[in-house]
């Protein structure tokens, strides 16, 4: 095992992606104590409701920029990596994808703010047995 990890850093390219996911792991890392951090103090500060108000809101961030992706951003790097080998220019992809996720994003935050309150009988006005 570890002949096999000296010849993968041995080679520059596995160096270089060697590099790369230690940085990418290095700072999910710190996200993660960063965000333990975040909850731990406010639960402090706020108490278990801030904390339930932080967490549905959170979610709801992270299901609408999933909406809005729309899984262009893995079409994105397939296509500008076989663009990459053609020679081609990729701006044009890449502001086209851009604009698309922008407007979808922005339909999403409008489409939040819209039902608002539906999220906020939905999950704060009601006992945990009625929202099932």
């Known amino acids: 095992m570890r002949s096999r990890i000296n010849q993968f850093i ?14 990418v792991l290095l700072f999910k890392v710190i996200g993660a104590l960063g965000g333990y ?15 339930g108000i932080y967490e549905v809101a ?13 899984g262009l951003d893995t079409v994105l790097v397939r296509e500008m ?6 020679n081609l220019a990729s701006r044009v992809l890449y502001l086209a994808v851009l604009s698309r996720v922008f407007l979808l994003s922005i339909a ?25």
């Open 81 to 86: 990596a076989r663009d990459r080998e053609v």
């Open 58 to 70: 959170f979610t709801v961030v992270l299901i609408g920029s999933t909406v809005s992706r729309w």
């Open 10 to 23: 041995q080679n520059p390219i596995g160096a270089t992606l060697a590099k790369g996911g230690a940085v």
């Open 37 to 51: 951090v975040l909850l731990f103090s406010l639960s402090r500060v706020g108490g278990e409701l801030s904390v």
């Open 108 to 132: 999403c935050s409008i489409a939040v703010f819209l039902g608002a309150q539906f999220l906020t009988d939905l999950f704060f006005q009601n006992t945990p047995t009625k929202v099932i």
